[in-house]
């Protein structure tokens, strides 16, 4: 029988955990400043745009059940706002719309994660800061800047989502039967898409 989220009294579907109440601590690795979240824009602190590392975590659950959604959750984020930054960094109209409307999907995955689990975001999580976006991210934007090529740009973004493709199966390989390697696999789906549309988009 489902169970019901402390925060909002809706009901949990049995398949999923509940995430109301669960928070995570980061510090600053330059400005050593602490911050609160379940997930923060490329784990930049939101003061100094210093590279954050996970501390610990707090919550009524053990915070093993609830890392890979968490680092799930994270890499929607970033791919939301690495979008969003693409759409802004070209000058094409078209390229532009096609972009931002990869940044709506990535938002619309990180939201459906949000509503399954409970998480209880607040906007800030969406809001895009003027920090300069962090390895691998950053590269990829100044090489487009310097030279306008946009068949690279595509390739760039082709293989970052490569790279989180093998990142969700390589944690699906070692995770046992459950929901959290369901997660794994379901997003690994979802990243072969963006993939192919990528990869039409720029053939086109």
Excluded at 101 to 125: F, P, V
Excluded at 168 to 192: H, I, T
């Amino acid at each position: 029988m489902a169970s019901q989220c402390p925060k909002c009294h809706q009901p949990v579907d049995e398949d999923y955990i509940c995430c109301a109440g669960i928070e995570f601590q980061w510090q600053c690795s330059q400005c050593k400043k602490r911050s609160r979240g379940f997930a923060i824009p490329f784990g930049q602190c939101p003061l100094c745009g210093g590279k954050l590392a996970r501390l610990n975590g707090e919550g009524p659950l053990p915070m093993e059940n609830i890392v890979a959604l968490q680092e799930a959750f994270q890499i929607e984020v970033n791919a939301h706002h690495f979008y969003r930054r693409l759409s802004e960094a070209v000058d094409d109209p078209q390229v532009s719309d096609f972009f931002q409307n990869l940044s709506q999907m990535e938002r619309e995955h990180a939201e459906e994660l949000n509503e399954k689990y409970h998480i209880h975001l607040d906007e800030e999580t969406f809001r895009d800061t003027d920090h300069p976006l962090p390895q691998p991210y950053f590269d990829h934007l100044c090489f487009f800047a310097d030279t306008g090529d946009l068949h690279r740009l595509y390739n760039c973004a082709i293989d970052l989502e490569k790279g989180t493709l093998e990142f969700f199966l390589s944690k699906a390989k070692v995770l046992p039967e459950g929901k959290e390697r369901e997660l794994y696999l379901e997003l690994a789906a979802e990243e072969r898409e963006h993939i192919d549309i990528l990869e039409s988009e720029r053939d086109r």
